[in-house]
């Protein structure tokens, strides 16, 4: 295969997009909501010294790991990344979403918020059942220091050959080291985390229920890119119904690459194509790419 082709494929980033989102270090606006992204679907949202993470995905595995070997959280890159968590919510049980959820809640001892396919995973790993929060779709909200939580149900976008990968639940606890396909994708649910400063919208993969966006309005949406053509006008039917200020993509980078490595997207992901259908929306959000590890003041 043509390196050319390749590299057109997975197309490095143009550094200009990042314009002003480069700080890799905590914005110190202390009266602002402060968001990190993680790479994946991942994201640290601090406010008032409290941190709350979505779909934290640290471990990224090799492909040699993923395709061969058995997975479980990897602690050193965990310890690394996450100096504090006050909670962790994850919005589907794929691995490259809920893998690390439990060993941040173990080493910090705070609640883990998810499915009960997510739920299984953290009670395979060991975590007590006095740190596992149910997280239903139109269920009821949580508090977290000053962050609310809240669901609402989703669905996951098929990405091979019109499949969603990983079908089926986590119905028993599971235990790691696994292969990768054991994290079932689980029931998908879009996270509402409000501040007292904005609300903030987690879409983990590329796919909506209309009816249920109805009426809901975020500040802030975290969108996942992967997996978008297919389903069929999701930047515009998800923009029309949530009518963001501000739209993050998410999901758009090689996710089995270290945090250290220049950031690739997943081939054929076309982020710029996202970029294009944003800012044609007649809403007009501010878009703003986030570099690895890279923070922003919302
Ligand atoms: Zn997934």
């Known amino acids: 295969m043509g390196s050319r082709w390749w590299r057109r494929w997975t197309m490095s980033i143009d550094p200009q997009l990042y314009h002003g989102c480069l700080p890799s270090t905590l914005p110190i606006d202390a009266a602002a909501t402060r968001l990190q992204w993680l790479g994946t679907a991942g994201f640290r949202i601090v406010h008032d010294d409290k941190h709350f993470w979505l779909d934290p ?4 595995h090799s492909p040699r790991q993923l395709l061969t070997g058995a997975i479980a959280p990897e602690l050193a890159k965990i310890v690394e990344h996450v100096d504090a968590a006050h909670g962790v919510a994850v919005g589907h049980s794929h691995f490259d979403h809920a893998l690390d959820a439990p ?64 079908p089926g639940r986590i119905e028993r606890p599971l235990t790691a080291p696994a292969p990768m396909r054991n994290w079932r994708v689980g029931e998908t649910l879009v996270i509402k985390l409000q501040t007292p400063r904005v609300s903030i919208l987690h879409v983990g993969s590329a796919a909506l229920i209309d009816a249920e966006l109805q009426g809901v309005q975020a500040d802030v949406v975290l969108a996942c890119t992967i997996g978008r053509h297919a389903t069929p006008g999701f930047v515009p039917r998800l923009l029309d119904a949530l009518r963001p200020k501000l739209v993050i993509p998410c999901h758009w ?27 044609r929306h007649p809403t007009a959000p501010e878009l703003r790419v986030l570099p690895l590890l890279g923070w922003t003041s919302l």
Do not use: K, M
């Not at 995905?57 to 990224?60: A, C, I, Q, V, Y």
């Not at 690459?257 to 970029?275: E, H, M, S, Y």
């Open 57 to 60: 995905h640290l471990s990224r």
């Open 103 to 166: 060993a941040i809640a173990q080493l910090h001892g705070c609640p883990v918020f998810g499915s009960e396919d997510t739920l299984n995973w953290c009670r395979g790993y060991g975590l007590p059942e006095s740190q596992l929060r149910l997280l239903q779709g139109n269920g009821p909200a949580h508090q977290v220091g000053p962050f609310t939580l809240s669901a609402i149900p989703s669905l996951h976008s098929p990405l091979f050959a019109g499949q969603i990968p990983f």
């Open 253 to 279: 980078d090689q996710f089995w690459r270290p945090l250290t490595a220049p950031v690739r997207q997943i081939p054929g992901n076309d982020l710029q194509g996202f970029i294009d259908e944003v800012r």
